[in-house]
């Protein structure tokens, strides 16, 4: 048992999806899953560990921002041996051919964050996906007829900014999307060299003011789930 994880050794899978609502981790269990054993509710952060076509996967909320994601991956990397950590989540498109409901991969992360500064004592890092595990999520989304794009995106510190056009920097240097997680998880599979992955579902788009509905939302966060458990069982 860990500080925020209230599972024992053994309890969580090599593989973990990360979704930052709770209650989304608790939809892909009950929904994807078979055999499904909850193994955390400490601050009702939910954890997951079932099968997925025969093979074990877990399931961790992460909450919102890089300092809550970062407690759950320094606890999952360092107390519980995954190897293998997904992000599926939604993001807000920078890029005119970004549309809502696209697939996005997180090839890298940007951010306007602080954390990797104090880590590396002021100096800049380039937190990457796993090409295998990108490579893998890119075909299971083409097997089902899925264009995802590739890309950079932006892990944002703050989701209510000061400048409500800073997006538009982003942008210009190619970033695909706005999320507030990818990087700091990236950060954390260099440093435990663990392999990691972000797939995001386009939500919404800084640049049209489109909005997905819920029920919209539902739909293509599903198919988003499915691709991640492919990748996550490879």
């Not at 925020?4 to 929904?31: M, N, S, Y």
């Not at 999307?177 to 797939?199: F, P, Q, S």
Request: glycine fraction near 8%; hydrophobic fraction near 45%; include cysteine.
């Amino acid at each position: 048992m860990s500080i925020h994880i209230g599972a024992k050794p053994g309890d969580i899978a090599e593989a973990v999806l990360l979704p930052g609502d709770p209650l989304r981790a608790q939809f892909i269990a009950e929904t994807l899953l078979t055999e499904p054993v909850q193994y955390n509710q400490i601050r009702n952060m939910f954890g997951y560990t079932g099968l997925y076509k025969g093979k074990r996967v877990s399931i961790q909320g992460t909450g919102m921002g890089i300092p809550s994601i970062s407690i759950y991956v320094n606890e999952l990397f360092r107390d519980y041996g995954v190897k293998r950590a997904i992000r599926i989540g939604t993001a807000g498109s920078i890029q005119h051919d970004v549309k809502l409901r696209d697939l996005v991969i997180a090839l890298a992360a940007s951010t306007d964050s602080g954390a990797n500064a104090i880590r590396l004592h002021g100096r800049s890092f380039a937190p990457a996906a796993s090409f295998t595990l990108l490579k893998t999520a890119y075909d299971a989304a083409l097997a089902r007829g899925w264009q995802a794009k590739v890309g950079g995106v932006v892990s944002s510190d703050m989701f209510y900014t000061e400048d409500p056009e800073e997006w538009k920097l982003w942008a210009q240097f190619g970033c695909l999307a706005v999320e507030m997680e990818c990087a700091e998880l990236y950060t954390l599979a260099a440093k435990y060299r663990r392999e990691a992955l972000t797939l995001l579902t386009i939500s919404d788009s800084l640049i049209s003011h489109e909005q997905t509905t819920p029920a919209e939302r539902q739909t293509a966060f599903t198919q988003m789930m499915e691709v991640a458990l492919e990748t996550a069982i490879s």
